[in-house]
């Protein structure tokens, strides 16, 4: 069955410094996210891209974070100033269509990152 | 902004007996689903549910979504050892597109 694939699977970085978590959603998948879970906590919504744009975004989604899609496979997050707070797991989801018609969420095994 | 409560918070039952974890939307969803995240994992579909008073089924899990599409409720019927995880259900809002809001989750251990 296909999958995505986030990697690293772990990040370590100091404050300050600039981090890209990188994803390869299913191939015939339109529509990619970001979710974020601080450990034993919710899976929270960062934000939401399809057709080459961000559709929506969260409101923790701020000018610290970007999302691409440099090429036809890869999806990525880049967060340019990382901040302790920003320690947590990442996860990456696919869907075939929008989630209004029964289209669940794929989601990568994550990316755990570590703010020292 | 919309907010998705889940209880209980944590679930300690024996194997064989029956699980139920409630969820709560502020506003009214489009759809719900469910997710379940073994320790350790990433969350893993279930099931979705659109209709107002829908029940669905899988072997032992009963999925049922509120008349006010408001709530939504699952139940695990004879727990097994393999039921352990974090359930969450996560609700798109209507007029929402793709903000999937998840719930805060319903921790699951099974002493066997």
């Known amino acids: 069955e296909p999958e995505v694939t986030q990697t690293p699977s772990h990040q370590v970085t100091q404050m300050g410094q600039e981090v890209i978590l990188r994803c390869v959603p299913i191939s015939n998948h339109l529509y990619f996210y970001w979710y974020r879970q601080i450990l034993g906590q919710k899976v929270e919504f960062l934000v939401s891209?399809?057709?080459?744009?961000?559709?929506?975004k969260s409101e923790i989604f701020d000018d610290q974070f970007s999302v691409e899609r440099p090429d036809g496979s890869n999806f990525t997050l880049k967060i340019r100033s990382t901040k302790l707070e920003d320690s947590a797991m990442y996860f990456c989801?696919?869907?075939?269509?929008?989630?209004?018609?029964?289209?669940?969420?794929?989601f990568g095994n994550g990316t755990r990152l570590t703010v020292t | 902004g919309q907010q998705v409560m889940q209880i209980p918070q944590y679930q300690h039952v024996q194997e064989g007996e029956d699980f139920t974890t409630y969820c709560n939307s502020s506003t009214t969803l489009s759809n719900i689903q469910w997710y379940k995240q073994r320790p350790g994992g990433h969350p893993v579909f279930l099931i979705q549910?659109?209709?107002?008073?829908e029940v669905k089924k899988q072997k032992r899990l009963t999925f049922q979504f509120g008349e006010a599409k408001k709530n939504s409720s699952l139940h695990i019927t004879a727990t097994q050892t393999t039921d352990v995880g974090t359930y969450f259900c996560?609700?798109?809002?209507?007029?929402?597109?793709?903000?999937?809001?998840f719930g805060t989750g319903t921790k699951l251990q099974v002493i066997p």
């Open positions: 549910l659109v209709k107002s008073g």
């Open positions: 989801a696919s869907s075939a269509r929008t989630t209004g018609y029964n289209s669940p969420l794929h």
């Open positions: 891209f399809y057709n080459n744009e961000i559709s929506e």
């Open positions: 996560a609700g798109l809002p209507t007029g929402g597109y793709q903000k999937v809001t």
